[in-house]
């Protein structure tokens, strides 16, 4: 157990729809970070979040938004939803962005999303 | 902007032979970080180094960072079907406000029995 929660741990929706998906860190850690992985295919990087603000953007729909709250926990907003945004939504904490061991990232367990 | 690649991407090997994968990365990295991620699994911390030249064993896992801080490898000695997982790589470049983690694409292992 990485102390990374998120929920829920499935998702079932239809095309079109919107759908929030809930991280919540490691007792400490202030960063956060969001990553889509597809079937068979590697991590990737959305976006990033420390303390609160926005730190790192990666590749990113304009049809996804998230935030990070003052209690650290962090929220992955997705609309419009296509077929192809079916996949495996992974969040990760961190101490911190820089410094060595600060930066080793936990995964949560992942939500799994399908738009039919 | 950074990339760090990883080679192969798939590899399959008989139980009880050696596998490697590779990183290589464009810029020089501040420190490199191993994960593993079990089929069904998240990925998990394996390791990180930070010195040039660094070699950790872990058990039967050799990993290495390159002279030059940008390459790195991952050896597994005679693997066993536990082994069985998705590599990835994350090197970490820039310092301050502009320092980032980039993981590579992983080298997904299935070991036969």
């Known amino acids: 157990d990485s102390g990374v929660t998120q929920t829920p741990k499935h998702l079932i929706t239809a095309t079109g729809q919107r759908v929030t998906l809930r991280c919540s860190p490691r007792s400490g850690d202030l960063s956060v970070y969001w990553y889509q992985q597809s079937l068979d295919q590697g991590l990737q990087f959305l976006i990033q979040?420390?303390?609160?603000?926005?730190?790192a953007k990666g590749n990113i729909l304009e049809r996804f938004s998230a935030q990070q709250f003052p209690d650290l926990h962090s929220e992955l907003n997705l609309s419009s939803l296509e077929l192809g945004d079916s996949a495996l939504y992974f969040c990760?904490?961190?101490?911190?962005?820089?410094?060595?061991?600060?930066?080793?990232?936990?995964f949560g367990p992942g939500t799994r999303l399908l738009v039919l | 902007g950074q990339q760090v690649m990883q080679i192969p991407q798939y590899q399959h090997v008989q139980e009880g032979e050696d596998f490697t994968t590779y990183c290589n990365s464009s810029t020089t990295l501040s420190n490199i970080q191993w994960y593993k991620q079990r089929p069904g699994g998240h990925p998990v911390f394996l390791i990180q180094?930070?010195?040039?030249?660094e070699v950790k064993k872990q058990k039967r896992l050799t990993f290495q960072f390159g002279e030059a801080k940008k390459n790195s490898s991952l050896h597994i000695t005679a693997t066993q079907t536990t082994d069985v997982g998705t590599y990835f790589c994350?090197?970490?470049?820039?310092?301050?406000?502009?320092?980032?983690?980039?993981f590579g694409s992983g080298t997904q292992l299935t070991v036969l029995p």
């Open positions: 180094l930070v010195k040039s030249g």
């Open positions: 994350a090197g970490s470049v820039g310092s301050g406000s502009a320092r980032q983690l980039t």
């Open positions: 990760a904490s961190s101490v911190s962005p820089w410094g060595g061991n600060q930066e080793t990232q936990y």
């Open positions: 979040y420390y303390n609160g603000e926005e730190r």
